[in-house]
Every structure is written in C-alpha cells, then in structure tokens.
C-alpha cells in the first residue's frame, strides 16, 4: 500500500500538499479528542477518586474552548453545595 502511495506521490507531485492537509486534520482530531477526553469535566475517566468531578468546578471556570459572548466572571451559583 505505501509502495503506491510513493510512486504516486512521484508521479503527481501536487499531491504531497494533500497528504500533508489531511495527515494535519487527523493529527489535530485525535489531539482534540485526547484533550475532551482528559481535561473536559464532563467526561468522567477516573470513577473511584472522582466520580462528579464537575462539582468541584466554580461557577467562573470556563467550560467551552471558545465563548464568544459569555462574561464567566459575572456569573454566580445558583444550586447548593455538594
């Protein structure tokens, strides 16, 4: 499979941007899936030490990558204490 893929790559040489692009889009799903999957607070990886880890959070933490319009250091709980 890769023998072909070289001699097509030496064949058509506008494709090697191709391979780069795509190989990149791979590379950065799986980093962003490792990242949702360690660092997100609703994904619950360890359930022994752990278990709602969200509740530790404060009401302040940003929980989206990127928020557009939301101001997290104005917000105030609004449930008790756990």
């Known amino acids: ?10 064949n058509h040489p506008a494709l090697i941007p191709l ?7 791979c590379t950065m799903c799986l980093a962003y ?7 997100s607070p609703e994904v619950c990886i360890d359930k ?3 278990p709602e880890p969200w509740n ?4 302040t933490h940003q929980y ?6 939301t101001d997290y250091s104005k917000l105030k709980k609004e449930g008790p204490d756990y």
């Open 1 to 10: 499979m890769f023998a072909t893929v070289g001699k097509q790559l030496r």
């Open 56 to 59: 530790r959070l404060p009401p």
């Open 19 to 25: 391979f780069i692009f795509i190989g990149g889009g």
């Open 48 to 50: 022994r030490n752990n």
């Open 64 to 69: 989206k990558f990127y928020a557009v319009n």
């Open 33 to 39: 899936l490792a990242r949702l999957g360690i660092r």
